[in-house]
Protein backbone atom coordinates (compact mmCIF):
# COMPACT_ATOMS: atom_id res chain seq x y z
CA UNK A 1 0.00 0.00 0.00
CA UNK A 2 0.76 3.52 -0.71
CA UNK A 3 1.77 5.44 2.58
CA UNK A 4 2.88 8.98 1.48
CA UNK A 5 3.49 10.23 4.96
CA UNK A 6 6.00 7.58 5.39
CA UNK A 7 7.54 8.72 2.32
CA UNK A 8 7.78 12.71 3.15
CA UNK A 9 8.89 11.77 6.50
CA UNK A 10 11.40 9.76 4.76
CA UNK A 11 12.51 12.60 2.27
CA UNK A 12 12.15 14.98 5.13
CA UNK A 13 15.37 12.94 7.22
CA UNK A 14 17.04 13.26 3.97
CA UNK A 15 16.97 16.55 3.64
CA UNK A 16 16.16 16.34 0.13
CA UNK A 17 14.74 19.03 -2.24
CA UNK A 18 11.84 17.99 -3.16
CA UNK A 19 11.20 21.19 -5.79
CA UNK A 20 14.59 20.64 -7.11
CA UNK A 21 14.07 17.19 -7.99
CA UNK A 22 10.35 17.64 -9.66
CA UNK A 23 11.08 21.58 -11.00
CA UNK A 24 11.53 21.78 -14.85
CA UNK A 25 15.11 21.08 -15.69
CA UNK A 26 16.98 23.03 -18.39
CA UNK A 27 18.87 21.28 -21.59
CA UNK A 28 21.96 22.21 -20.24
CA UNK A 29 21.92 20.69 -16.89
CA UNK A 30 23.53 17.10 -16.30
CA UNK A 31 20.88 14.08 -16.38
CA UNK A 32 21.04 11.34 -14.20
CA UNK A 33 20.07 8.84 -17.78
CA UNK A 34 22.78 10.87 -20.12
CA UNK A 35 25.12 7.87 -19.47
CA UNK A 36 22.39 6.24 -21.42
CA UNK A 37 23.72 5.51 -25.07
CA UNK A 38 20.28 4.83 -27.05
CA UNK A 39 21.81 6.09 -30.34
CA UNK A 40 19.92 9.11 -30.87
CA UNK A 41 22.20 12.05 -29.33
CA UNK A 42 21.02 14.70 -27.02
CA UNK A 43 21.93 17.24 -29.10
CA UNK A 44 18.83 16.20 -31.76
CA UNK A 45 16.43 15.00 -29.21
CA UNK A 46 17.10 19.03 -28.08
CA UNK A 47 16.54 20.30 -31.32
CA UNK A 48 13.62 18.22 -31.88
CA UNK A 49 11.99 19.59 -28.36
CA UNK A 50 12.36 22.71 -30.09
CA UNK A 51 11.08 22.38 -32.76
CA UNK A 52 8.06 20.54 -30.95
CA UNK A 53 7.30 23.69 -28.75
CA UNK A 54 7.52 25.84 -32.16
CA UNK A 55 5.21 23.80 -34.03
CA UNK A 56 7.85 23.03 -36.97
CA UNK A 57 7.78 20.01 -38.48
CA UNK A 58 11.20 17.84 -39.50
CA UNK A 59 11.27 16.29 -42.96
CA UNK A 60 11.34 12.61 -43.56
CA UNK A 61 15.19 11.53 -43.95
CA UNK A 62 14.64 8.96 -47.04
CA UNK A 63 13.28 11.91 -48.88
CA UNK A 64 15.82 14.20 -48.05
CA UNK A 65 19.17 15.17 -46.51
CA UNK A 66 19.98 13.10 -43.14
CA UNK A 67 19.56 14.95 -39.90
CA UNK A 68 22.43 13.18 -38.13
CA UNK A 69 19.98 12.02 -35.26
CA UNK A 70 22.83 9.27 -34.44
CA UNK A 71 21.32 5.93 -35.28
CA UNK A 72 22.58 4.93 -38.73
CA UNK A 73 26.24 5.15 -39.02
CA UNK A 74 25.65 4.83 -43.09
CA UNK A 75 28.20 1.56 -42.94
CA UNK A 76 26.12 -1.54 -40.77
CA UNK A 77 23.09 0.98 -40.20
CA UNK A 78 21.77 1.88 -43.31
CA UNK A 79 18.53 3.70 -44.66
CA UNK A 80 16.40 1.51 -46.65
CA UNK A 81 13.51 2.31 -49.03
CA UNK A 82 10.94 0.96 -50.82
CA UNK A 83 12.78 2.49 -53.93
CA UNK A 84 16.33 1.33 -52.75
CA UNK A 85 18.38 -1.14 -55.07
CA UNK A 86 20.43 -2.03 -52.20
CA UNK A 87 20.92 -5.67 -51.14
CA UNK A 88 17.79 -6.78 -48.13
CA UNK A 89 18.92 -7.87 -44.95
CA UNK A 90 17.23 -11.20 -44.27
CA UNK A 91 14.50 -9.65 -42.41
CA UNK A 92 13.46 -7.34 -44.57
CA UNK A 93 13.59 -10.17 -47.26
CA UNK A 94 10.99 -11.80 -45.27
CA UNK A 95 8.96 -9.18 -45.00
CA UNK A 96 8.31 -8.54 -48.26
CA UNK A 97 7.58 -12.37 -48.93
CA UNK A 98 5.52 -12.24 -46.02
CA UNK A 99 3.44 -9.04 -46.60
CA UNK A 100 2.09 -9.66 -49.47
CA UNK A 101 0.44 -12.99 -48.53
CA UNK A 102 -1.18 -11.84 -45.47
CA UNK A 103 -2.77 -9.14 -47.27
CA UNK A 104 -3.87 -11.62 -49.88
CA UNK A 105 -5.02 -13.55 -46.71
CA UNK A 106 -7.12 -10.24 -45.59
CA UNK A 107 -11.13 -10.29 -45.48
CA UNK A 108 -12.57 -10.11 -48.91
CA UNK A 109 -9.27 -11.62 -50.39
CA UNK A 110 -9.11 -15.56 -49.79
CA UNK A 111 -10.33 -18.09 -51.44
CA UNK A 112 -11.32 -21.92 -49.53
CA UNK A 113 -9.48 -23.12 -52.25
CA UNK A 114 -6.24 -21.65 -51.54
CA UNK A 115 -6.29 -22.44 -47.88
CA UNK A 116 -5.51 -26.04 -46.26
CA UNK A 117 -6.15 -26.90 -42.62
CA UNK A 118 -3.16 -27.93 -40.12
CA UNK A 119 -3.03 -29.52 -37.31
CA UNK A 120 0.07 -28.36 -34.65
CA UNK A 121 1.16 -31.17 -31.82
CA UNK A 122 3.40 -28.85 -29.31
CA UNK A 123 4.94 -28.88 -25.29
CA UNK A 124 4.54 -26.76 -23.01
CA UNK A 125 7.15 -27.27 -20.30
CA UNK A 126 10.05 -25.85 -17.92
CA UNK A 127 9.56 -22.21 -17.58
CA UNK A 128 6.75 -22.12 -20.51
CA UNK A 129 4.36 -23.74 -17.58
CA UNK A 130 3.69 -20.27 -16.30
CA UNK A 131 2.80 -18.77 -19.32
CA UNK A 132 -1.19 -18.16 -19.53
CA UNK A 133 -3.24 -19.82 -22.70
CA UNK A 134 -3.18 -15.71 -24.35
CA UNK A 135 0.51 -15.64 -23.93
CA UNK A 136 1.04 -19.26 -25.49
CA UNK A 137 -1.48 -18.24 -28.39
CA UNK A 138 0.62 -15.16 -28.98
CA UNK A 139 4.06 -17.10 -28.92
CA UNK A 140 2.65 -19.55 -31.25
CA UNK A 141 1.15 -16.79 -33.67
CA UNK A 142 4.06 -14.58 -33.86
CA UNK A 143 6.80 -17.49 -34.43
CA UNK A 144 4.26 -19.48 -36.98
CA UNK A 145 4.58 -16.21 -38.91
CA UNK A 146 7.96 -15.22 -38.43
CA UNK A 147 8.91 -19.29 -40.00
CA UNK A 148 7.49 -18.11 -43.54
CA UNK A 149 3.66 -19.14 -42.87
CA UNK A 150 1.32 -17.42 -43.84
CA UNK A 151 -2.04 -16.83 -41.95
CA UNK A 152 -5.81 -17.49 -43.37
CA UNK A 153 -7.77 -14.52 -41.27
CA UNK A 154 -11.28 -13.97 -40.00
CA UNK A 155 -13.76 -11.58 -41.23
CA UNK A 156 -14.69 -8.11 -39.76
CA UNK A 157 -13.43 -5.00 -38.94
CA UNK A 158 -10.77 -6.71 -36.43
CA UNK A 159 -9.47 -10.17 -38.68
CA UNK A 160 -7.71 -12.52 -36.37
CA UNK A 161 -5.46 -15.10 -37.43
CA UNK A 162 -7.36 -18.17 -38.05
CA UNK A 163 -5.85 -20.58 -35.00
CA UNK A 164 -8.05 -22.29 -32.07
CA UNK A 165 -7.11 -24.73 -29.34
CA UNK A 166 -9.35 -27.32 -27.96
CA UNK A 167 -9.37 -26.16 -23.97
CA UNK A 168 -7.07 -23.99 -22.05
CA UNK A 169 -3.80 -25.89 -19.69
CA UNK A 170 -4.05 -24.06 -16.72
CA UNK A 171 -1.00 -21.93 -15.89
CA UNK A 172 1.55 -23.84 -14.31
CA UNK A 173 0.84 -27.43 -15.32
CA UNK A 174 3.06 -28.70 -18.04
CA UNK A 175 1.53 -30.78 -20.81
CA UNK A 176 3.51 -33.49 -23.68
CA UNK A 177 0.04 -33.02 -25.84
CA UNK A 178 -1.64 -29.90 -27.12
CA UNK A 179 -2.74 -29.24 -29.53
CA UNK A 180 -3.80 -26.16 -31.92
CA UNK A 181 -5.16 -25.92 -35.46
CA UNK A 182 -4.58 -23.39 -37.75
CA UNK A 183 -5.22 -21.91 -41.57
CA UNK A 184 -2.24 -21.38 -43.65
CA UNK A 185 -1.93 -21.21 -47.58
CA UNK A 186 -2.27 -24.03 -49.36
CA UNK A 187 1.22 -23.25 -50.44
CA UNK A 188 2.73 -23.52 -47.05
CA UNK A 189 2.48 -27.39 -46.99
CA UNK A 190 5.47 -27.37 -49.03
CA UNK A 191 7.81 -25.67 -46.28
CA UNK A 192 10.74 -27.42 -45.72
CA UNK A 193 10.76 -28.93 -41.87
CA UNK A 194 8.68 -25.99 -40.62
CA UNK A 195 8.16 -27.53 -37.20
CA UNK A 196 12.51 -26.61 -37.10
CA UNK A 197 11.99 -22.78 -38.62
CA UNK A 198 8.45 -22.67 -35.75
CA UNK A 199 10.58 -24.09 -32.92
CA UNK A 200 13.82 -21.57 -33.40
CA UNK A 201 11.36 -18.46 -32.61
CA UNK A 202 9.41 -20.00 -29.60
CA UNK A 203 10.36 -19.08 -26.18
CA UNK A 204 12.37 -21.86 -24.18
CA UNK A 205 9.75 -24.59 -22.96
CA UNK A 206 7.27 -24.57 -26.09
CA UNK A 207 8.45 -26.40 -28.96
CA UNK A 208 6.53 -28.15 -31.42
CA UNK A 209 6.65 -32.00 -32.21
CA UNK A 210 4.52 -32.86 -34.89
CA UNK A 211 2.50 -30.68 -38.06
CA UNK A 212 0.04 -32.94 -40.07
CA UNK A 213 -2.57 -31.81 -42.65
CA UNK A 214 -5.91 -31.96 -41.80
CA UNK A 215 -9.22 -33.11 -44.76
CA UNK A 216 -12.53 -31.12 -44.33
CA UNK A 217 -13.57 -34.58 -43.18
CA UNK A 218 -12.38 -34.90 -39.51
CA UNK A 219 -13.27 -32.92 -36.35
CA UNK A 220 -12.14 -30.10 -35.03
CA UNK A 221 -9.88 -30.03 -31.73
CA UNK A 222 -13.29 -29.98 -29.69
CA UNK A 223 -15.15 -32.56 -31.19
CA UNK A 224 -12.07 -34.85 -31.67
CA UNK A 225 -10.87 -34.85 -27.99
CA UNK A 226 -12.48 -36.69 -25.65
CA UNK A 227 -10.72 -36.42 -22.34
CA UNK A 228 -7.21 -36.02 -20.74
CA UNK A 229 -5.03 -38.15 -18.71
CA UNK A 230 -2.56 -36.49 -16.04
CA UNK A 231 0.89 -37.64 -13.99
CA UNK A 232 0.80 -36.02 -10.69
CA UNK A 233 3.79 -35.99 -8.34
CA UNK A 234 2.59 -35.15 -4.94
CA UNK A 235 5.61 -34.16 -1.77
CA UNK A 236 6.63 -36.95 0.40
CA UNK A 237 3.74 -38.44 2.88
CA UNK A 238 3.93 -40.47 5.86
CA UNK A 239 2.57 -44.57 5.56
CA UNK A 240 -0.43 -43.33 7.10
CA UNK A 241 -1.07 -40.23 4.89
CA UNK A 242 -0.57 -42.66 2.17
CA UNK A 243 -3.20 -45.01 3.40
CA UNK A 244 -5.69 -42.07 4.62
CA UNK A 245 -5.07 -41.06 0.67
CA UNK A 246 -5.89 -44.77 -0.78
CA UNK A 247 -9.33 -44.90 1.30
CA UNK A 248 -10.41 -41.50 0.34
CA UNK A 249 -9.71 -42.44 -3.30
CA UNK A 250 -11.35 -45.83 -3.16
CA UNK A 251 -14.03 -44.12 -1.55
CA UNK A 252 -14.34 -41.44 -4.01
CA UNK A 253 -14.24 -44.49 -6.66
CA UNK A 254 -16.87 -46.67 -5.32
CA UNK A 255 -19.37 -43.30 -5.32
CA UNK A 256 -21.72 -42.89 -7.60
CA UNK A 257 -21.78 -39.03 -7.42
CA UNK A 258 -19.23 -36.69 -5.80
CA UNK A 259 -20.95 -33.03 -5.62
CA UNK A 260 -18.65 -30.00 -5.43
CA UNK A 261 -19.00 -26.07 -5.44
CA UNK A 262 -17.24 -24.36 -7.83
CA UNK A 263 -16.69 -20.31 -7.88
CA UNK A 264 -16.75 -18.92 -11.76
CA UNK A 265 -16.78 -15.08 -12.11
CA UNK A 266 -18.29 -14.59 -8.75
CA UNK A 267 -21.16 -17.11 -9.01
CA UNK A 268 -21.23 -20.59 -7.02
CA UNK A 269 -22.46 -23.84 -9.33
CA UNK A 270 -22.81 -27.32 -8.02
CA UNK A 271 -21.00 -30.11 -10.15
CA UNK A 272 -20.94 -33.34 -9.83
CA UNK A 273 -17.17 -34.68 -10.75
CA UNK A 274 -17.31 -38.45 -10.36
CA UNK A 275 -18.54 -39.16 -13.75
CA UNK A 276 -15.99 -36.18 -14.98
CA UNK A 277 -13.56 -39.23 -13.72
CA UNK A 278 -12.37 -42.60 -15.89
CA UNK A 279 -9.40 -43.62 -13.94
CA UNK A 280 -7.46 -42.83 -10.67
CA UNK A 281 -4.43 -44.74 -9.58
CA UNK A 282 -1.19 -44.51 -6.84
CA UNK A 283 1.93 -44.87 -7.66
CA UNK A 284 3.30 -45.33 -3.96
CA UNK A 285 6.89 -45.47 -5.08
CA UNK A 286 7.14 -43.14 -7.22
CA UNK A 287 4.52 -40.86 -5.19
CA UNK A 288 2.18 -40.13 -8.19
CA UNK A 289 -1.19 -39.83 -9.15
CA UNK A 290 -2.15 -41.21 -12.32
CA UNK A 291 -5.52 -39.43 -13.46
CA UNK A 292 -7.49 -39.74 -16.49
CA UNK A 293 -10.50 -37.33 -17.02
CA UNK A 294 -13.41 -37.59 -19.44
CA UNK A 295 -14.93 -34.51 -21.29
CA UNK A 296 -18.52 -33.43 -21.69
CA UNK A 297 -20.42 -30.69 -23.05
CA UNK A 298 -19.68 -28.68 -19.74
CA UNK A 299 -15.83 -28.99 -20.31
CA UNK A 300 -14.07 -31.11 -18.08
CA UNK A 301 -13.07 -31.02 -14.39
CA UNK A 302 -9.86 -29.95 -12.93
CA UNK A 303 -7.06 -32.26 -11.35
CA UNK A 304 -6.76 -29.53 -8.34
CA UNK A 305 -10.35 -30.47 -7.85
CA UNK A 306 -10.09 -33.97 -7.68
CA UNK A 307 -6.85 -33.29 -5.34
CA UNK A 308 -8.60 -31.03 -3.24
CA UNK A 309 -12.23 -31.66 -3.10
CA UNK A 310 -12.12 -35.57 -3.41
CA UNK A 311 -8.97 -36.59 -2.30
CA UNK A 312 -8.71 -33.93 0.95
CA UNK A 313 -5.20 -32.44 -0.21
CA UNK A 314 -4.76 -29.16 1.28
CA UNK A 315 -5.20 -25.95 -1.59
CA UNK A 316 -2.00 -24.71 -0.26
CA UNK A 317 -0.20 -28.13 -0.77
CA UNK A 318 -2.04 -28.66 -3.97
CA UNK A 319 -0.66 -25.52 -6.12
CA UNK A 320 2.88 -26.70 -5.20
CA UNK A 321 2.73 -30.48 -6.83
CA UNK A 322 4.02 -31.14 -10.22
CA UNK A 323 0.83 -31.39 -12.75
CA UNK A 324 2.03 -33.25 -16.41
CA UNK A 325 -0.90 -33.14 -18.77
CA UNK A 326 0.37 -36.76 -20.54
CA UNK A 327 -1.83 -38.19 -23.07
CA UNK A 328 -4.60 -36.88 -24.69
CA UNK A 329 -7.51 -38.99 -25.87
CA UNK A 330 -9.21 -38.92 -29.14
CA UNK A 331 -12.72 -40.33 -30.38
CA UNK A 332 -12.01 -43.74 -32.97
Known amino acids: MLRFDLWEEAMARTDMDIDGYLGERK ?38 PCHDCG ?12 LSHEPLSSSAKMEREILPQVKAAAPGSQRDSELCRLRVKFLKQQSARFLSHLEVSEALIRAIKRSGMSF ?19 VGMESR ?5 IMV ?40 IIGFSYTITLPPLSSSELADLRKKMAGFLSADAFPIIRETKGKKVAKD ?22 ISNEGPARPTEVLTQALGIRPDLARTVRIVKTTTHWKE
Request: aromatic share 8%.
Open 27 to 64: HTEELPWDMIDCGVGKSFLISEANKALAGELTADCRLG
Open 71 to 82: VCDHKTIKVITA
Open 152 to 170: AYSQGHHPHPKISFAFATS
Open 177 to 181: EEYAD
Open 185 to 224: FAGDRTLENPEKKINAFLPKGLEIGEIKELTDKEWSLTEA
Open 273 to 294: IRRFVASLDLEETHRRIILSLR
